[in-house]
């Protein structure tokens, strides 16, 4: 039992990493119609800078972490100014190819600037005992900043007259800039957003385990979230990375590794066969 319970904590952390990844996808999706396919990357290169960042000046978790939103704010207006802005109004296609070759351009950076080899991120290695479960502060911190990121946008897209504008923008975009809505801003808000939470995700992920390039390889870990929630729920993805996890650490931990990688894949398959929308998307009615 004890081994049961074990599992099923560290497959909630392992799920809030991916749930906030899968968040990540989802805001972009949601407010442009884009599936961003360097996110695992742009995770990764938020917390290479956040850590180089906290290792030079000296600070500690709290430095590391504040690093981490600075970063991620500046890495989305960038990538929105200077790689996505040109491409509004072009096919879906084309944008989705433009996040691929991002993706590629953002490795071959890291490459180059930090080497390949594995760095050890210090902070959150302590040791707080529930019962006889030991849980380290960074899984609880991940766990926690899933929950309060959630409702978050809970609030944003229910109260936020922003959140319905993303919704419009992704709907319709060429019908949305003619009822005013700045499409320039709302993209720009939702690649910060999502920059935000995808670094925030590769930063913990580099404290529990540690920060190399094979770090990219969470965007597609989590993108089974995504499609579980449904692309369009943003709230759903981040549950849905919980259940993954869970799943996928209790797959491991009584079926071995090898049917755990891909387990993920496997739930999405039969659960897109019964909702092909996801468990929280919102089905699309077209008139014929």
Sequence with gaps: MRYLIELIVSGLAVGAIYGLIGMAYAVIYKSTGLVNFAQGEVGMMVAYASWSISTTLGTGTWGVIVAALIVGVLTGLLIERLVMRPMLGEPVFSGVMVTIGLAVVLRSIIQLIWGAEPHRVE??????????????????????????????????????????????????????????????????????????????????????????????????????????????????????????????????????????????????????????????????????
Aim: hydrophobic share 55%; no cysteine.
């Design 123 to 288: 902070g959150g290695g302590a040791v707080v005992h529930v019962g006889e479960i030991g849980l380290r502060l960074s899984q609880l911190g991940v766990i926690a900043t899933l929950l309060l990121a959630m409702l978050g946008a809970w609030l944003f897209f229910k109260h936020g007259r922003f959140g319905i504008a993303m919704r419009a923008v992704a709907a319709d975009e060429k019908t949305a800039r003619l009822m005013g809505v700045s499409t320039a801003r709302v993209q720009s808000v939702a690649w910060v957003a999502s920059s935000v939470l995808a670094g925030l995700a590769g930063l913990f992920f580099a404290v529990i385990y540690d920060l190399s390039p094979a770090l990219s390889a969470i965007g597609l870990k989590a993108f089974p979230a995504t499609v579980l929630g449904g692309l369009d729920a943003v709230i759903g993805s981040g549950f849905s990375g919980l259940i993954i996890g869970v799943i996928e650490n209790l797959t491991g931990g009584y079926f071995g590794s090898t049917l755990k990688e891909v387990i993920g894949f496997l739930l999405i398959l039969v659960v897109l066969m019964v909702r092909p929308f996801g468990m929280f998307g919102e089905r699309e009615i077209e008139r014929v």
